[in-house]
């Protein structure tokens, strides 16, 4: 039976409730999605300091098992899997690795170059010291990287130092935050350095000092 004294909610006390229910999840969405934005960049900028990490850890290996390398910044050599260009650049290191269990091919090298306009750096394997296997990109994507420099120490140094040594720098972009709020969050160049006393080249080069 219908009971007329029985009160019901009138348009504007519904529509005030419909307004404060979509203020709260209005609050609650934009907190997830402040939530999912931080988060999305820290797993950006642990990926990118995890890349060049790997990169490093992975050159420094290389570089030590190396019988030979080649930065182009004096001559052109046609055994070298780089086409000269008659200037001197930094930013290209040719590794000569030989055979062994990784890698089984006879004279194995591997090539690294920085590429400005994917801010990345590519990699070529090569047989026999010059016939092309495969290439790729190391580092590309969100990574960011801005340089890639190898410098090995020049004969004096090496005269000098009766050792022969490599520097590695690469730059990238980092996300840095200064204050407590979202906006003032930067992305930021850093540099990560990397110095190699390479074993094998290190016997070939030492040099006997008369007492």
């Known amino acids: 039976m219908f009971n007329k004294n029985k009160k019901a909610f009138t348009l504007i006390e519904m529509l005030i409730s419909f307004l404060l229910a979509m203020s709260i999840l209005s609050v609650f969405y934009f907190m997830h999605m402040t939530y999912q934005n931080r988060l999305i960049k820290l797993i950006k900028k642990v990926k990118g300091q995890q890349a060049v990490r790997l990169f490093l850890t992975k050159l420094r290996q290389e570089l030590k098992a190396a019988t030979e390398i080649y930065v182009p910044t004096r001559q052109a050599d046609s055994s070298v899997p780089y086409e000269w260009q008659g200037d001197s650049r930094r930013d290209v290191v040719v590794l000569f690795l030989g055979r062994s269990n990784i890698h089984d091919y006879e004279g194995y090298a591997v090539k690294y170059e920085y590429i400005q306009e994917k801010k990345a750096i590519k990699y070529s394997e090569y047989k026999n010291r010059t016939e092309l296997i495969r290439q790729g990109i190391f580092l590309g994507g969100d990574t960011q ?67």
């Open 145 to 211: 990287i801005l340089a890639f420099g190898v410098y090995p120490t020049d004969l004096n140094e090496q005269i000098l130092m009766q050792k022969f040594q490599v520097h590695v720098e690469i730059g990238y972009f980092d996300i840095t935050r200064k204050g407590k709020t979202v906006e003032n969050e930067l992305m930021v160049p850093k540099v990560a350095y990397l110095s190699v006393y390479p074993r094998a080249i290190n016997t070939s080069l030492l040099i006997d000092v008369p007492q």
